[in-house]
């Protein structure tokens, strides 16, 4: 049974910072491609960033690039979405997924096998 559960979010001032952890079980995370993903209330999900399944290739969306970092550890079967210099637009619930037996992460949300439950991560002004 795979199973990825998200955690970390919460509610951060505008300025701050926030790590969102996703644990996965159930599967072989090394053989994953993971990707993070957001959706702000009455907006669609969007794509955040990826990281390959050794983490030598990361992509991110240009809304959060140079604030944001996506980092994993195979050994922990965790991939990590650190987020600096918050702003309230970044209010959304974030969702990690997993790409079974892809290396390289895609910004479609078609691509993912698994999903998280997501997070609430709230940014106050």
């Known amino acids: 049974q795979v199973q990825l559960v998200e955690s970390g979010g919460g509610l951060v001032q505008a300025g701050g910072s926030l790590r969102v952890s996703c644990a996965a079980s159930?599967?072989?995370?090394?053989?994953?491609?993971m990707g993070w993903f957001r959706q702000a209330a009455g907006k669609e999900r969007e794509f955040v960033g990826g990281?390959?399944?050794?983490?030598?290739?990361?992509y991110y969306e240009d809304s959060v690039k140079g604030r944001f970092t996506i980092s994993r550890d195979n050994a922990k079967n965790t991939v990590y979405l650190q987020m600096n210099s918050l702003k309230p637009e970044d209010t959304a619930v974030y969702y990690c997924?997993?790409?079974?037996?892809?290396?390289?992460?895609?910004?479609?949300?078609?691509?993912?096998?698994?999903w998280g439950q997501g997070t609430q991560v709230t940014v106050s002004s």
């Open positions: 997924a997993a790409d079974w037996n892809v290396g390289s992460p895609s910004r479609l949300l078609y691509e993912y096998d698994f």
């Open positions: 159930g599967i072989t995370f090394s053989r994953c491609a």
């Open positions: 990281i390959s399944w050794s983490g030598g290739t990361i």
